[in-house]
């Protein structure tokens, strides 16, 4: 099996396909990773015994995408696609080169891990069976969507992380074969016993007194994320709070930077009590250090792998109603289900939450039993190999 990867940095779509690698390995099957760019995911899928391969993807094709297009109406639409189109002949070139190695390998089945992949694979129809890993709303990107709707014939099957996002999917790629594999984390590495980050420390905040509680999100600096909201609930709680993470995507426009976050926190007073955390190897460790764990993404979520993991560390959670994150958890049991998040209604939940020590011991417990009866890694595995021996079968005959 060949997979294909836009980055060589690590975000939750990296994290599932490294448990792929990891709960995947069965006799007869064979993995081999093809990055478009280098990064922490190269040496972590080699030491999980993959052949990896760097094909670098040229800067200015990596730098594109639809993200700004949504905040910035048809100017940036056209600006947009202007930019894509004058792409083209070197997107095309890169494309026939890219396929021309995965053909040479022979592989039974490719698996497209995001969205600009599934483009560049499409000269693949025909001669070997490629599955879209679909970890996002096709519906929500404004020219992704034409340009997956015209690439839909060399899709073998889409493999959707949710409900929402498999329903998102057969409106757009009417007569692709949508499978619905929702994401799964290791509930062992994930749990609520073991090692605890310093946060602080990791921050470079001076150590909280003992007794403060601590509250913070995990995420890439993706705009819709929440970060920002995030960050004006902090200034309304009385806590220490920590953003967890970083930019992982080249697109342009689609990232907060650092800096942009550490001046929010600047002009809403809350520097000195809001830590900014890189990406860590050992986030269950983050998760652990935490009271409350919060997800605040502003917009429906397609998954919510940060919600799954923080349910396996038996965290208490609040966490967004919207799209595929209300299919992880039931609401009011295994964590606090918000409807819209703003930055009120998220400081309202972390205040309830930190002033009833109860609840929350009882979100947590319910949250790891949750997590370990239907987010295993175990399950995903089998169920993605499954959909991989379906269509080599096909295939075959």
């Known amino acids: 099996m060949a997979v294909v990867n836009p980055v060589g940095g690590i975000g939750g779509a990296e994290r599932v396909l490294l448990d792929l690698l990891r709960f995947g390995q069965a006799p007869g099957v064979t993995f081999v990773v093809v990055a478009l760019g280098g990064g922490p995911l190269v040496e972590k899928a080699a030491a999980l015994g993959a052949e990896v391969e760097v094909v670098p993807m040229p800067e200015r094709l990596a730098a594109l995408g639809d993200s700004p297009v949504r905040a910035g109406g048809v100017v940036a639409l056209a600006k947009t696609a202007l930019g894509t189109a004058a792409r083209g002949l070197e997107a095309a070139r890169f494309s026939r080169a890219l396929c021309e190695r995965l053909v040479a390998r022979r592989p039974d089945v490719v698996h497209s891990n995001g969205l600009k992949v599934h483009l560049l694979l499409a000269p693949l129809r025909g001669r070997v069976p490629v599955v879209w890993h679909l970890h996002d709303f096709i519906g929500e990107r404004p020219l992704m969507r034409y340009g997956l709707r015209a690439a839909a014939g060399s899709a073998a099957a889409a493999l959707c992380i949710s409900r929402a996002v498999g329903e998102d999917a057969r409106r757009w790629l009417p007569g692709v074969r949508c499978e619905v594999v929702p994401n799964g984390v290791d509930v ?203 269509i080599a079968e096909v295939r075959g005959h």
Do not use: N
Not at 319 to 331: I, M, P, Q, T, Y
């Open 188 to 390: 062992e590495r994930f749990s609520p016993g073991g090692a605890v980050a310093e946060l602080d420390r990791l921050a470079g905040l001076p150590e909280a007194p003992a007794g403060t509680a601590r509250v913070g999100m995990v995420a890439t600096y993706a705009r819709w994320k929440g970060q920002e909201v995030f960050l004006q609930a902090a200034s309304q709680v009385d806590a220490r709070c920590y953003v967890v993470g970083g930019p992982v995507y080249r697109s342009s426009g689609s990232q907060f930077s650092l800096e942009e976050l550490k001046g929010l926190a600047a002009r809403l007073g809350v520097e000195g009590r809001v830590g900014f955390v890189p990406f860590q190897e050992r986030v269950e460790e983050v998760y652990r250090a935490l009271d409350v764990v919060v997800h605040a993404s502003t917009r429906p979520e397609p998954f919510g792998l940060t919600i799954a993991e923080a349910m396996a560390c038996g965290r208490p959670l609040i966490a967004s109603r919207a799209g595929g994150a209300a299919e992880l958890f039931e609401d009011g049991v295994e964590a606090v289900g918000l409807p819209e998040v703003s930055a009120g209604s998220l400081a309202r939940a972390i205040s309830g939450l930190l002033a009833d020590p109860v609840r929350r011991e009882a979100l947590g417990k319910a949250a790891r039993a949750g997590a370990v009866a239907r987010h295993s890694s175990e399950r995903f595995a089998a169920d993605v190999l499954g959909l991989y021996r379906s």
